[in-house]
């Protein structure tokens, strides 16, 4: 009976999840573990790292300078391709920008701990995405200092921007999305920005912490509003996670191109930003957690979930693209028959085919636990991941552009230098911002952590 027993503990804590922490903490310990990184001296890696970052922004400044004085000419835009690579880069950083909000908001209404570890990178590469995002538009519009004629401002001309065209409603989706994801992501720094004020060692950094902090005195007032107002605003952002991107997708379906006027591109975009978002953040979490020495934080079973959520969300993608070859097959329309053959055997088939690869294919491996739990594999199939949704994105925009229903209107897309560019730049902005977040500002939270930490201890002296 003895024996039976003992087996069956054995087998308890071989099948049980890891623990979201890991070692014997303290709430000094976990206090000292995460702050450490913001108030030792800068280390060359980080020098190293953001000066490639930061000359890459030079570039994409440059691109952009070069852009405004010569116009988009510079780029491979024609007849009938007027959407380019910058509105491709655009739905990709869009879509790029979901997953801090589906960790992060998401599953704190479900009550999920373990996103506590990577919450809160996961929000700051919301906002970093959303920057890039949202100067794709602009840049493309080709007379950006016009730009503010997308807003509903009184003016003495009465011209008022066209509210049926879901190109307006992109701008109030995105600017609500940013807006609600900078006061939720800053919400939940009040009581770590409070803690790093408490422990600057310098006049300035009190300063600017203390600021930062609102006033934060760690009172139970203060907590109270705290929970109220962080959950308030998580539940205002979770529908945003659907409404973005079915509002961007509908830039494409309300058209009656063949390849965008479909009622599934709502769901498919959603499916898709989350599958690319998440990639995305494996892509940050595994470099930052051996850089910080955040193992203890961050854990296997984090990147087990990780890849479970990645997997569902590519699952519904692939789901996506059966369902869309089945109805330009079933659906009898020529125009859409002829270009689901023209994706898979024309002059974009490489792009296609790489697109059906990385995101159908490849993420077939996340069936097994030891792909995703080994962090060098889970890190390579993201970056393919995120590449291939890139090139969906590409398939999207310009293959459904270059065949009109009048073979007099069909073109060909090619990207310039400036293209190229501009696109390569934009990753210098967001990992310039990125390497400034984890050198000023705690990576992960500490507030949440060491609540969890009290939590676990309650349910070991329960046991």
Request: proline residues 5%.
């Amino acid at each position: 009976m003895a024996q039976s027993e003992n087996i069956r503990e054995e087998a308890a804590e071989e099948f049980a999840p890891p623990p979201v922490i890991k070692g014997r903490h303290t709430f000094s310990s976990i206090t000292q573990k995460i702050s450490a990184p913001i108030f030792k001296p800068t280390p060359t890696g980080w020098f190293l790292g953001f000066g490639l970052s930061f000359a890459l922004l030079m570039l994409f400044m440059f691109s952009i300078a070069r852009l405004f004085s010569r116009g988009i000419g510079i780029w491979g835009v024609n007849q009938p391709v007027a959407w380019g690579l910058a509105i491709t880069n655009f739905v990709w950083w869009i879509g790029i920008g979901h997953a801090g909000t589906l960790i992060s908001a998401m599953l704190l209404l479900m009550n999920q701990k373990w996103r506590t570890s990577i919450n809160r990178f996961a929000e700051a590469m919301t906002l970093f995405a959303l920057a890039c995002a949202g100067l794709y538009p602009i840049l493309h519009l080709g007379r950006p200092e016009y730009f503010y004629w997308l807003l509903p401002y009184p003016n003495i001309e009465d011209v008022w921007p066209q509210f049926r065209s879901p190109l307006v409603w992109d701008v109030f989706a995105i600017l609500i999305y940013g807006v609600v994801s900078l006061f939720f992501w800053y919400t939940g720094l009040l009581p770590d920005l409070a803690t790093m004020r408490d422990r600057a060692k310098s006049r300035a950094a009190w300063a600017i912490y203390g600021m930062l902090a609102l006033g934060w005195r760690n009172d139970a007032r203060h907590w109270h509003r705290y929970e109220r107002a962080y959950l308030m605003l998580a539940a205002l952002a979770t529908p945003l996670v659907v409404s973005v991107h079915s509002i961007v997708s509908y830039d494409f379906s309300v058209a009656i191109l063949p390849g965008w006027h479909t009622t599934l591109s709502p769901p498919y975009f959603v499916a898709g930003a989350a599958f690319s978002g998440l990639a995305m953040v494996i892509i940050i979490t595994i470099p930052l957690r051996a850089a910080f020495r955040l193992e203890d934080f961050i854990t296997k079973r984090h990147f087990d979930n990780l890849a479970k959520i990645m997997l569902a969300m590519g699952l519904l993608v692939t789901y996506g693209y059966i369902i869309e070859r089945f109805s330009a097959w079933y659906g009898g329309n020529l125009y859409e028959a002829y270009n689901a053959s023209e994706r898979a055997r024309g002059v974009y088939a490489l792009m296609f085919w790489t697109q059906i690869v990385s995101n159908a294919i490849a993420p077939q491996l996340l069936w097994f636990k030891r792909v995703r739990t080994n962090l060098p594999i889970l890190f390579v199939l993201s970056l393919v991941i995120c590449t291939g949704m890139w090139f969906e994105r590409y398939v999207i925009v310009i293959e459904s552009l270059h065949r009109d229903f009048l073979p007099s209107s069909w073109g060909v897309f090619s990207a310039t230098l400036w293209d190229w560019a501009t696109l390569v730049g934009s990753f210098g902005l967001f990992l310039s911002l990125l390497f400034l977040f984890v050198r000023f500002l705690p990576s992960v939270s500490m507030s949440e952590m060491r609540k969890l930490l009290q939590q676990s201890k309650v349910k070991e002296d329960e046991a």
